[in-house]
Each structure stands twice: as C-alpha cells, then as structure tokens.
C-alpha cells in the first residue's frame, strides 16, 4: 500500500498554485518534488457549478433542503464537462506531467494508493481526483484536507466490540422520503462482526451531548438525516428532529473534543453537502471523516452505505472500502440515464498525522490477561502431552527387537500418543479465541457441565471395553484366565513361530497364562512373518487373532493390578479428544451475533478448530485398518465410539460449509471442502499408507517435529489478515 500527499496552495506568482508530492515509503519516510499548476480555469470552475446545479435538480428524493427538476441529458452534459475541462488543465501542464511521472516511477500501478489532497481551495476539494489518478492506478483512492498543520488528539483504544454511535435524524419535513430504516439495518448487520450499537432517533442535543460525553468513548460517529453546508463549504449543520433547530457543528464542539480524546476516529454523515460538517471535524482533529459532498439521491446513498459498511466491517482499509463502494456506484448509477456524477459524492476527508485503523484494530482481541491465560495455557499443554512423556518414562528404557518400545507404542497408537502434542494443542488454542469472543459466558457452565458428564460416560465405556493397548499394561503384566474347551482349542491352534501355546495352556486345569511379554513377542512375530511374506492360513490366523484379543480384553486384566501409570494420562488424553469434539458442538450454539462479539471472527476459529479435530480423522482410520488388523484381524475403519465421534465430526464440518457460505466466508467453505475431499482422498485412495509413513510403524521419529510446526502455520495464517479479504473477517 503507498501512500501519497498531494499539497495544492496559492502561490506568490499571480496565476500559480505551488504544488509539493510526497510519497511515503513503509516506515513514513517521505520522498518529495515540488513543481506549479496554473489556477483553476475559469470554464473548470464553470463546469463545475453547471454540474451543481443540474445534480441537485436532477435529485428528486435526496437527503438535503431544495428539490428540483432538470433533464438528465442536461446534468450528464455538465458531468462529461467537468470531466473533459479537468482533463484538459492537467494534461496542459508540464507540472502535471512531471508530477504523474514521479508518482508512477514510485508507485506500482496494481498496488493500492491511498492519495490526499491538502488545500484549502473549495474548487480543487470539488474535482473529481479518482478519475485521474485512476486512469494509471486502478486501485487509488483519495481524500482531501485542509492544507495546514495537523495535530493528533486522542489515541486508539482498542475494544471488546467497534464501538458505534449512530444518530438517525430527522427524516420528515421538506423531504419525508428519506428511508432511515435503512441505514439502522445495515448498521445492525455489523453487529455480527463485533459492533456495538448505540442508536439516538431523532434525539434532542442534549442527548447527543450526553452521549458524546461517555468515557466508554466511541469508534465511530455515524448520522443519518438532513445535512447542509454553508456556501462556503467550511461551516456544516444537521437536523436531530423536528422541534430543534438545525444543530451546528460549532454548538458541539467541547463534546466532540472529548470524544475525540476518548479515542473517537471516524464520523460517517451519510446526509446531504457534508464538506461543511467534516471541515469543522478535521479542525478539531479528528481522524477522519466520510461526507456526501453534494446533495445525494436516497438510492444512491443506500447503495454507498451498504457497501461502503460491509467492505469495512470485513477489515478492508478505510479508503479500499470507500474505493469499492463508489466502483459500486459508478457502475449502477454513473452509466445509466440516472444521476451522472453519483460517484464523486462520497469523500474521504482526514487528518494526515494520523494514521488509519482498520476494523480489526479497534477491537482487543482477548479479554483475559497473562495472568489467567499463563497457567491455563500451561495446565492445557501438559495435560496434551502427559501421556507422550509418561510413556516416555515408563518404557523408554526398554527395547523391542528393532526400536524403544516408547516409539513402538506412538507408531502404534498415534492417534492418542501423537496426535494430541502434534495437532490436538492448536484446537485448544483456536477454542479459547472462540471463548473470548463469548459475550455471556455463565450460561455455558450448565452446557459444560453436561459435556463433562457425558465425557466421564464415554471415557468409562472406553477404559472397560476390549481392545485394549499394549501400553496400558505394566510390563511385567501377567494374567491366569480360564476358558472353556473350545476357545482353548481356538488359541493352541496358533503357529509356532509366532507363539509357542504350549507353554501358556494347561488344558487340564482350562486355563492359560497371559503375559504382556508374550502378546508383543507374538505381535512382532507376525508382522515379521507379514513382511517376509510367509504364507499363513485364515485359521492360523484366526487363531493368532484369538489370542491377542484375549490378551487385550479389559476383563483378562480387571483387578489383576497389571495396568500402568500411563493407563491414567490415556485417560487424560481420551477425555482431552473428546472434550473439543463436544465444546466445538456446543460453540456452535453461539454463533449468532447477540450472544458473540464478532460472529465472523468466531466462525473463523470454531471453523480453525473443525479442521484440526478433522485431522484425527484418517490418524484413527489408520488406527482401525492398520493397528487392529495387525492385532486383531479388523478390517473396519469404524470401532466402538467411533459410531459416535464419526459422524458428529461429519455433521459439524457439514454445517460449517453451510454456514460459512451463509456469513459469506466462502474461503472457509471453499477450505472446508478442499479439506474433506483430501482426506477421504487419503483414507479411500492412498488408504492408510500416507499415514503410516507419517505417523505409524513405517514412519521417522526424527520428522514428527515438523508436524507441530506445520500446525502453528496453518493456524498463523488462518489468525492473520492473509485471507481477510476471501473469508470476510
């Protein structure tokens, strides 16, 4: 983004305007060239009273004093007029020319260009500027200022919500057309983005003192109704309602002195003949303002505002957003036989000593200081990561014939030992922005309260049901359980060379001894024999599949005292994973903008959230086709709760796509999409082999650290302003 200062001022020479052009580079160093223009001809200055006048007598229903009728072609002769005449006086000019040459040498022709004009000459804040600076760089926009020396008053302050006042004036009298129902709509529609609103119709002036006067303070000052201008475009007034007389600007200028002060940075008069009210604004140093500069047609000032607030609300800077609501208005109204010139009505005027805020930087992002966030982040962090480090401290100093058994067990169960410290960790993180952005948190208790309770159910459904894992039991675990005639024939029917029965059955007594030793001595086997390709029967097989299932059945081992510390952070873990799959269901319950501050913001992270939870996805599929095949013979992607998790995770992914295409987050929709496709793409095509390079038996310890990383980047960018403009936030 560049940023150029144009400064126009009466010259020593008769005839002459002395003209300075900066351009600042991105630490605000500015390059400079002076040169001069000739005074504004007297036909320029003509053609622009011509336009003048026949655009405000064209406007039929505008948001101003004095109705009037004059044919179109009239008022589309004088706009081509003003256009021609201005284009003749620059091109005339080898200042001109010099000064387009040095911006153009400077200033890239597809980047945006934020251009202000300083002068005090009301003819030259007239002219219609876009149109010029334009015709090289398509992405200018300009604003104009008084040519003197800024001051900057007030500072930013940042807040939960963009704080709004919004004053919907008098709309009766001479022009009762005006639909300020309107500008209330779509002022309310920004609540989905994190505004605050507080709305005076047709208050007194005392009123509006009083709100001015709020040490919350405000971020935007926002009026709808009757304006005017004095002649001299330097003195503005507004109507507040019918009773009152018009209200000067001059009349509020200690309340708007202390708004200013209290962090105030926009003032919106989407009224008629503005350049009065927001000169008076700019000598009090208030960052900036958006006026009509002519009587405005009600359509026309509709359209503008509609765009002109969605574009902003979505974080575009101040002059993108205006620059796109005029294109809007110049597409619309500019080329049909309705009001030629509608698109030179809104302006920009700014302080330049101030810099310009987007919507993002008016609201504090996380209400919750260090303090609080420290050790919560601390507590959240090991709780992710207890199971990785106690399986590291309890059986990293054992072997298996080719490996730690502490990285045999992650390559076997990455889905609860790696998953939690690589993705798990960013799902808490986009969880706890989504929580900021909760404006009532007490109510969630009752639902969290829920949730843990069905947490506990599940968890004690997972703890006690077969299948266990290998790392759940200590390592010197052994077991006597009693079988009747035909299961002991089932398992002595395993081969040898993966695990000799004989030694383990007692036929006699009908009963076998398992050993944790022996269910991994026989795991290893297996896979050995797989992967040289021995032939083994389905029996055989059938028989080895007996075993381990035996071996891994919660009830061979229930009161044996055979379970191992780590046991209990798995415990941890499972709840972890389920804990975010049901807080994400519930945060959808949230999305509406009076129960958050910034709807699109809280899309985004509970959508951030879906994707890594999504993640899980093809890790446990693995688990189920990989895993437990190897183990147990299952050939089913889905196990036990998995009927469960499955299709909650579908079904909330299903719902983002639709909601993100209803907040007009298309990008995510797009993301969320993209992401799906992929990984059944994984799952149904590559199967699980992707994963098992990843993350399973075939996979480098040394490369999982590159996941996590992968993780913070995703999130880094889904966080940042990089897809501000695709994902409407």
């Known amino acids: 983004m560049a940023r150029v200062e144009l400064i126009l001022r009466q010259s020593g020479i008769a005839n002459q305007l002395d003209a300075d052009l900066l351009i600042f580079d991105e630490h605000g160093n500015p390059l400079q060239v002076a040169d001069s223009l000739t005074q504004i001809p007297e036909a320029l200055g003509q053609a622009i009273e011509n336009w003048q006048g026949s655009f405000s ?94 001051q900057r008053r007030g500072n930013l302050q940042p807040k939960k919500q963009v704080r709004i006042l919004a004053v919907l004036g008098s709309c009766g009298g001479i ?62 007034s507004v109507v507040l309602n019918h009773i009152e007389s018009p209200l000067g600007i001059d009349q509020l200028k200690a309340e708007l002195s202390i708004a200013i002060k209290n962090g105030l940075q926009i003032a919106i008069f989407n009224s008629c003949d503005g350049l009065g009210l927001a000169n008076q604004l700019a000598e009090l140093n208030l960052p900036q303002s958006i006026v009509m500069r002519e009587p405005v047609p009600d359509e026309v000032a509709k359209d503008f505002l509609e765009k002109f607030l969605k574009e902003f609300s979505y974080n575009s800077s101040l002059f993108e957003s205006v620059r796109r609501g005029r294109e809007y208005l110049k597409s619309k109204w500019d080329v049909q036989d309705e009001f030629p010139g509608a698109s030179w009505l809104p302006t920009i005027v700014r302080n330049p000593a101030v810099s310009l805020p987007q919507w993002n930087d008016l609201i504090v992002e996380s209400p919750h200081s260090w303090k609080l966030l420290l050790p919560l982040s601390v507590i959240t962090l090991v709780s992710l990561i207890s199971l990785f480090l106690s399986l590291y401290l309890e059986f990293d100093g054992i072997q298996t014939s080719s490996r730690s ?12 030992i790696l998953y939690p410290w690589i993705f798990l960790w960013g799902a808490y993180l986009t969880l706890y922005k ?22 506990i159910i599940l968890l004690c459904v997972e703890l006690t049901s077969d299948d266990m894992m290998l790392f759940e039991l200590k390592e010197d675990a052994v077991s ?22 004989s030694d383990l059955i007692d036929e006699d007594k009908g009963e076998i001894i398992i050993r944790k030793s022996d269910l991994e001595r026989a795991l290893e086997n297996f896979r050995t024999i797989q992967t040289v390709d021995m032939s083994l029967s389905q029996d055989e097989k059938n028989s080895y599949y007996e075993f381990m299932k035996l071996g891994l059945s919660y009830s061979t081992w229930h009161g044996k005292g055979a379970f191992s510390e780590s046991r209990k952070f798995y415990a941890l873990t499972f709840l972890n994973i389920i804990a975010v799959i049901i807080a994400t269901g519930i945060f959808w319950s949230e999305i509406q903008s009076k129960y958050v501050y910034n709807s699109a913001k809280y899309l985004r992270y509970v ?52 909601r993100s295409w209803r907040f007009e987050a298309s990008f995510f929709a797009g993301l969320i999409s993209l992401v799906l496709i992929l990984g059944f793409l994984v799952i149904g095509i590559v199967n699980t082999n992707l994963v098992n390079i990843a993350f399973g038996l075939n996979s480098n310890p040394s490369t999982w650290i590159l996941w996590p990383i992968l993780n913070l980047v995703i999130i880094y960018l889904i966080y940042s302003d990089i897809f501000s403009k695709n994902v409407g936030v």
């Open 480 to 501: 006597v359980v009693f079988l009747n005639k035909d299961r002991i024939e089932a398992i002595s029917d395993t081969p040898t060379q993966i695990i000799d029965t």
């Open 57 to 150: 007598g064209l406007v039929g229903a505008y948001r101003g004093i004095k109705p009037g009728k004059v044919s179109y072609s009239s008022c589309s002769d004088s706009a081509e007029e003003v256009r021609e005449s201005f284009r003749i006086w620059l091109q005339s000019q080898d200042g001109w020319r010099r000064l387009q040459n040095f911006i153009d040498q400077y200033v890239s022709s597809n980047e945006e260009v934020q251009i202000n004009i300083q002068t005090l000459d009301k003819k030259l804040r007239l002219l219609p500027w876009n149109e010029v600076f334009r015709e090289n760089h398509r992405y200018a926009e300009t604003s104009i200022s008084l040519a003197r020396e800024f």
């Open 434 to 455: 989504a929580w900021c952005q909760i404006r009532s948190k007490p109510k969630l208790w009752s639902q969290a309260a829920v949730a843990f309770g069905v947490s």
């Open 175 to 236: 022009n009762p057309q005006i639909d300020i129902d309107f500008d209330y709509q779509q002022l309310e529609q920004t609540k989905a983005r994190g505004a605050y609103i507080q709305t005076l119709k047709q208050p007194t002036a005392k009123d509006l003192r009083d709100a001015l006067r709020s040490i919350e303070g405000w971020h935007i000052f926002f009026f709808a109704g009757h304006s005017q201008s004095l002649k001299n475009g330097t003195i503005g």
């Open 607 to 658: 959508i951030a959230t879906q994707l890594i939870l999504f993640f899980w996805f093809p890790i446990r599929v693995h688990y189920n086709l990989v895993t437990k095949n190897l183990l147990f013979g299952n050939n089913s992607p889905v196990s036990s709760l998995d009927i469960i998790a499955y299709p909650v995770l579908l079904s909330l992914l299903a719902v983002s796509i639709y």
């Open 405 to 416: 058994k502490f990285i045999y067990y992650a390559q076997l169960y990455p889905h609860v």
